[in-house]
């Protein structure tokens, strides 16, 4: 009896034990699980490469990347698990590229500690749907209707400020209802960057990014859930990703830009708005253009890598078809854009991204020549 | 056969034994250890946020102020309003089940469909609400004159019930049917209907096995994500009335986790997991107190 009772004593001390060796293991390298072992394979294998991020641009990497295969046999294998995901597995050293539809944050920057490169790869917009059946012309908005909609202080459509916009358009009366993504998103990043650009009391009250304090509406996740609440509810306005919108033939309304243009959101209205004189590491948000032509309400997505690619033991040849390919997304890789509703980059967004991409070292000497 | 060897023998049942023991406490060991994980990661929003966290009626994940309060309320009342809808229609069906209906096709057909609700994915019935049961809320609110959204807490709850009602009405169809012949026999003998007997006999006979079936299917609505996600809004305004959007803990960390890009961020999530696993923790223990006052 007295010894069954040592037995059971001598059970939960080991699993005591356990417990205690397993978190101290899990706490010296939290975050890095397995990190080794996917850098092996990752390195072992000359004919691959691991890219991870945003889910926003995975449809065009899809076909980019397997458009590449087929032209170099290179294989490259991207998940979309959000930017912020992509951008901890760099920092991990996880993978070879990141994609984020959004710069490094102040922290990430710090956390990741050496320098890395953002090249834009494409562009997107995002546009204003809204549920609205009696009127059959595009919607105009302004950024002042914009921003007081998205604070709750226009409650109707019948408001007379949204009447002095759309004149000649027959306005319901009805409860406007806000639909919002409810999910951490680079769209409402896009989003939210422009409504604290185009409005002081936004930027004061509510403030930019990934995911925000709405002072109104309902959540719906993803694209499909926010669409799915505009075309439920009737006197919806909501905004999606403009492929989505497309996709869907939902409508959306014209946005008025810096100029003073309505524009309609399209392929080619986004790609303009990116044709403006751009910084040198590309590290900015296209929402409010100044070009004339440019649809307002848009943004890049980065791919981001090392600036110095000589880290865990990579070899120059890795280091050397993952800028390859970079290269390869900018010019050849962007006729595909425009099947699947991206816009293509500006001829002032390629020739930023060319210099960013010849900036990338190996050992301190450049990559591409 | 083995020669019955009497050393033998007992060595086999201390091995036995002993894996019994130290299955049972991997368990243990894995729901400690699931708890201290939570407790290490959000350790930079408690040292951060303290009190503030649980009572904070702003999540502004911009300014870095994290509350949880709405959340908390959300996750009650959304499961809670669930009970309350579910437990006529469970405790009905196990009567029926358990008393009225005990055996033949009729009843193994209704046991069967019992058991398919809780087995559908909750995906499934987030869509079924979207599509089916926000019209249907929608043009009851416009009746009764609240603002028409159609999504809501009111929502999320009647699909929670839904989704709960075969946990209690199982285990009670099962707590029922094993209420001992002779009592039931008894008081028919005495003149009582049948009625009395469920009221008198079966009812404080199977009291605790039923609150038990209502714990199990409270815990379920606590956690339930996907479902209650699809429909309840997604608000992070603390709700004023039942038909308002709102918000629940599982539902806030499902959305928001994958792109939390501040590690206090991250923390403040991770500590609404960690909030949530003491609630349905508190929940049970105080469900296992109240059974046991049944008891004795």
Not at chain 1, 81 to 94: A, D, E, F, V, Y
Not at chain 2, 37 to 45: D, F, N, Q, R, V
Not at chain 2, 256 to 282: K, N, Q, W
């Amino acid at each position: 009896m007295n010894k069954q009772l040592l037995n059971v004593k001598n059970a939960l001390y080991a699993g005591v034990i356990l417990t205690a060796v397993g978190f101290s293991a899990c706490n010296s390298n939290s975050g890095h699980e397995g990190t080794q072992d996917s850098t092996e394979t990752a390195t072992t294998d000359k004919n691959a490469l691991l890219g991870a991020g945003s889910t926003f641009v995975y449809p065009l990497f899809s076909k980019q990347f397997s458009e590449y295969n087929k032209a170099t046999g290179l294989k490259v294998n991207y998940q979309s698990i959000g930017s912020g995901g992509g951008i901890l597995q760099l920092t991990n050293k996880t993978v070879d590229f990141g994609d984020s539809d959004a710069p490094l944050n102040e922290e990430q920057t710090k956390k990741i500690g050496v320098d890395v490169l953002h090249i834009p790869m494409c562009s997107g917009a995002v546009v204003l749907s809204y549920n609205l059946p009696e009127v059959k012309t595009a919607l105009k908005l302004t950024p002042a209707l914009l921003s007081d909609i998205f604070l709750g202080k226009i409650k109707t459509w019948k408001d007379p400020k949204i009447a002095a916009a759309n004149t000649g358009v027959n306005l319901p009366d009805m409860p406007i209802v806000i639909a919002h993504r409810s999910d951490g998103s680079g769209t409402t990043n896009i989003f939210t960057t422009y409504l604290t650009k185009v409005s002081p009391e936004w930027t004061s009250k509510v403030g930019a990014g990934s995911s925000i304090n709405w002072p109104a509406g309902l959540g719906g996740k993803g694209n499909e859930g926010v669409a799915g609440l505009i075309k439920q509810t009737p006197g919806a306005i909501g905004y999606i990703e403009l492929a989505y919108a497309m996709q869907n033939k939902m409508p959306f309304a014209s946005i008025q830009n810096k100029s003073g243009k309505f524009i309609a959101a399209s392929v080619a209205s986004t790609s303009a708005a990116s044709n403006i004189k751009l910084p040198a590491d590309s590290k900015v948000s296209l929402s409010n253009t100044d070009a004339a032509d440019g649809y307002p309400i848009s943004g890049f997505t980065w791919a981001i890598i090392y600036k110095e690619q000589n880290y865990n033991n990579r070899t120059a040849e890795k280091s050397e078809a993952l800028l390859k390919l970079l290269w390869w997304n900018i010019h050849e890789g962007q006729k595909f854009c425009e099947t699947l509703h991206y816009a293509p980059l500006s001829p002032a967004a390629i020739s930023v991204a060319e210099t960013i991409l010849k900036s990338a070292t190996f050992g301190g000497k450049a990559i591409l020549k | 056969m083995r020669q019955k060897d009497p050393g033998l023998q007992v060595k086999y049942e201390m091995l036995f034994s002993r894996t019994l023991v130290i299955t049972a406490l991997l368990i243990l060991i894995l729901v400690i250890g699931l708890f201290l994980t939570l407790l290490l990661e959000s350790l930079p929003s408690i040292q951060h946020l303290g009190f503030g966290f649980l009572f904070g009626k702003t999540w502004d994940p911009v300014s870095n102020v994290y509350g949880a309060y709405p959340f908390l309320v959300g996750t009650l009342l959304t499961s809670f309003l669930a009970l309350i809808i579910s437990i006529p229609f469970s405790m009905a069906i196990a009567i029926f089940l358990g008393e009225y209906q005990p055996t033949g096709a009729l009843s193994a057909f209704l046991k069967n469909i019992i058991e398919l609700i809780a087995a559908v994915p909750s995906v499934i019935y987030g869509f079924w609400g979207l599509i089916v049961l926000v019209p249907l809320v929608r043009s009851l609110e416009s009746k009764i004159g609240v603002v028409p959204y159609g999504i809501g807490i009111f929502t999320a709850s009647i699909i929670l019930a839904i989704m709960i009602i075969p946990y209690a009405a199982s285990l009670g169809r099962e707590m029922i049917s094993m209420v001992p012949a002779q009592l039931k026999e008894g008081a028919y003998s005495l003149g009582a209907t049948r009625y009395e007997v469920i009221k008198a006999v079966i009812i404080p006979y199977t009291k605790s096995g039923l609150f038990a079936g209502i714990l199990l299917s409270l815990g379920r609505a606590l956690g339930e994500t996907m479902a209650v996600t699809m429909v309840i809004g997604n608000s992070s305004i603390i709700p004023t009335n039942i038909f308002a959007p709102g918000n629940t803990m599982a539902s806030v960390i499902a959305n928001e986790f994958t792109e939390a890009d501040r590690s206090l961020y991250l923390s403040a999530l991770i500590e609404l997991g960690m909030l949530l696993f003491l609630v349905t923790v508190v929940i049970n223990v105080i469900g296992k107190r109240i059974i046991k006052g049944f008891n004795t």
